[in-house]
């Protein structure tokens, strides 16, 4: 029963924030328009270009997810599908340290096996791991792992759709 309601609760933030994206305001903040507690370092329209989907130009199995939280901190999902069962989720909340970069020092590393339902297992890999997520012009985004250098290499483009050829 635990892990149907893991998988409920999961399933409502996810459903949430493809709501709030959709609606456009997944990246809106107050303030007038600037990160308070990162100091006015970025605008509103750097936020806008840092949130959403993004899912890797190559392979296009690893999806970041980009939204914004409490006091100018954001939000990070990395999902990578390793098959038709497993997928790595990395969870993180980041703030931005310039105009192109974020950082994040809390990411928890996740091993998810599905069953013909539900999430079946939950594996904790790591726990604490640090990173950036940077902007390579308006329209790339870079992702470096410290702990496990998942990312390295990896550019990420804009996802078109967030429902389409889901993880």
């Known amino acids: 029963m635990g892990t149907v309601l893991k998988f409920a609760g999961r399933l409502l933030v996810a459903l949430s924030l493809l709501a709030v994206a959709q609606f456009g305001a997944a990246c809106v903040l107050p303030d007038g328009g600037q990160v308070t507690s990162a100091q006015g370092i970025l605008s509103q329209a ?3 270009e840092f949130c959403g989907f993004w899912e890797d130009s190559g392979t296009k199995v690893v999806r970041i997810n980009v939204t914004t939280a409490e006091e100018g901190w954001f939000g990070l999902e990395v999902s990578w599908r390793r098959n038709s069962r497993q997928v790595d989720m990395w969870t993180m909340t980041a ?3 310039s105009k192109d970069t974020m950082e994040y020092a809390d990411c928890s590393h996740y091993l998810l096996t599905y069953g013909d339902k539900y999430i079946e297992s939950e594996e904790v890999l790591y726990q604490n791991g640090t990173g950036r997520v940077s902007l390579v012009g308006k329209d790339t985004l870079t992702w ?3 702990q496990e250098h998942k990312g390295d290499g990896l550019l990420f483009v804009p996802l078109s759709s967030p429902l389409g050829g889901g993880l």
């Open 46 to 48: 750097r936020i806008n």
């Open 95 to 97: 703030r931005p340290v």
């Open 144 to 146: 470096q792992d410290d």
